[in-house]
């Protein structure tokens, strides 16, 4: 048993999954003080216009979460071949890209920003052009962050992650105190973003060094991965020549390889809804003060997402990189299942036995209200967890036609809660039953993959 449990620490899901989950472990500390500042010091109506903010930053995050997994993928894959070049090549075209694709971003927020002030009922409309800005400059940072995640080097990936989340909660801390309120917030998040940056330009080179012996035999491969962030983008905010650039496109590159990304796009926008959309909603439905109390729960709830989120995060390149090569990852995706249900066990038991106590931690008295209301929050994030590690799983694999069902089950969650939002408990009674179908898809799927697999390998 103890060479068993020795071989099993060794493994390389373990040891990363360790390195991560340390780093994310002090991440999330940094975030329960950056919300703890916010939420007490703003209160819940103020807070609820921030967390409203945060969410359409992750809505529209889905470009970001796409060239992060894509780069990763990339990184990996050529890490596993050993072609250091190819690396050199993709990640100077990724940046180049990628800084386009920020000004574009920059450029939708100063047209949309009245639209999106009015829905969700915020007077300030700078605060949306902000954001915007905030979320066009975390793109480039993507690009050092997926790098180190794609070549294993959690500790650096980590120490880059806990810098940024530190960066943010004291420049929060002081904008507030100075009286700038959610706009203090919000440059005080732009600023962690921009020093974050700047790190991360002096820490990249001297982590791995590139090599010019060999000749990347897919100098080229970069521009349909950067060619769909941007698609999906303009998909997304505006559809305004997208035809005309899509068959332009199409005739350069194969259909094949095009879906194939495509598909990649379609589950990380499903997955960026189904975590976030529900704020956007109950801000526009529900009272600003309610509305703060939900952001409240919103957020601790995602602590169970956060708290086992490492294995996720670990599996893709692990994954990919077994794929690359021939061999199976489902014994990891099993072990990263298994491991996300134990963890978040611990987080759920803690909100169903002293919900008042956690409440009273984070965001004090002013919130118990939500006490009843915090473990059913735990129990959709358990399942969302899981759902998130078969996505990457599927696209460590590239699967296609199954990645659309975080999206198909998103638009399935926000006509339940456009029907259904007179209280809490119907808000999460539709994320919960949403979640579990989505689970429940997954599971039949890969259990049908995985049985024509053996019969493959069998029949060999």
Do not use: C
């Not at 807070?47 to 992060?68: D, E």
């Amino acid at each position: 048993m103890y060479k068993k449990l020795l071989l099993l620490s060794r493994h390389s899901l373990i040891k990363g999954s360790a390195i991560v989950f340390g780093g994310t472990a002090i991440i999330n500390g940094l975030n329960y003080v950056f919300h703890l500042i916010t939420g007490r010091m703003l209160g819940p109506d103020q807070y609820s216009i921030l967390a409203a903010l945060i969410s359409l930053s992750y809505v529209i995050g889905f470009p970001a979460t796409l060239i992060n997994t894509l780069i990763t993928q990339k990184i990996a894959a050529y890490a596993a071949l050993r072609d250091n070049r190819g690396m050199k090549t993709f990640l100077f075209s990724m940046t180049r890209h990628v800084a386009l694709l920020a000004v574009l971003i920059v450029m939708a927020f100063v047209i949309l920003q009245s639209a999106i002030a009015s829905f969700l009922h915020i007077e300030q409309k700078v605060l949306v052009l902000l954001l915007g800005l905030e979320f066009a400059f975390s793109l480039l940072i993507i690009i050092p962050l997926a790098t180190l995640q794609g070549l294993l080097r959690f500790i650096s990936f980590s120490a880059l992650s806990i810098l940024s989340a530190f960066l943010r909660v004291v420049f929060s801390y002081g904008a507030i105190l100075l009286g700038l309120g959610v706009l203090g917030v919000l440059y005080g998040m732009f600023g962690s973003i921009l020093v974050t940056g700047i790190v991360a330009l002096f820490i990249l080179p001297m982590v791995f060094s590139l090599s010019k012996k060999r000749k990347s035999p897919a100098v080229s491969a970069v521009k349909p991965y950067w060619l769909y962030a941007f698609q999906s983008t303009l998909v997304v905010m505006s559809s305004i020549n997208y035809l005309r650039i899509q068959s332009h496109f199409l005739k350069r590159f194969t259909l094949k390889r095009y879906f194939t990304q495509k598909w990649i796009a379609v589950a990380l926008l499903g997955k960026g809804l189904l975590i976030n959309v529900d704020v956007l909603l109950v801000k526009h439905f529900f009272e600003s003060y309610d509305a703060g109390l939900y952001a409240a729960m919103a957020t601790m709830g995602k602590i169970v997402l956060f708290f086992a989120s490492s294995l996720s995060i670990v599996l893709l390149p692990i994954a990919t990189q077994k794929h690359a090569k021939g061999k199976s990852a489902v014994k990891e995706l099993l072990l990263a299942q298994a491991g996300i249900v134990v963890l978040s066990s611990v987080i759920l038991l803690a909100y169903r036995v002293m919900p008042e106590l956690v409440i009273s931690l984070l965001y004090g008295r002013e919130y118990f209200a939500i006490a009843p209301y915090l473990w059913l929050f735990g129990i959709y994030f358990l399942l969302y967890n899981m759902s998130y590690t078969f996505v990457n799983y599927f696209i460590s694999g590239k699967h296609t036609l199954i990645l659309t069902m975080p999206l198909v089950i998103s638009v399935v969650q926000i006509g339940g809660i456009i029907l259904f939002h007179r209280s809490f408990y119907d808000v999460l009674s539709v994320m919960i039953g949403s979640a579990s179908l989505l689970i429940l898809v997954f599971m039949v799927y890969f259990y049908r993959y995985a049985r024509q697999q053996r019969r493959i390998e069998f029949n060999h």
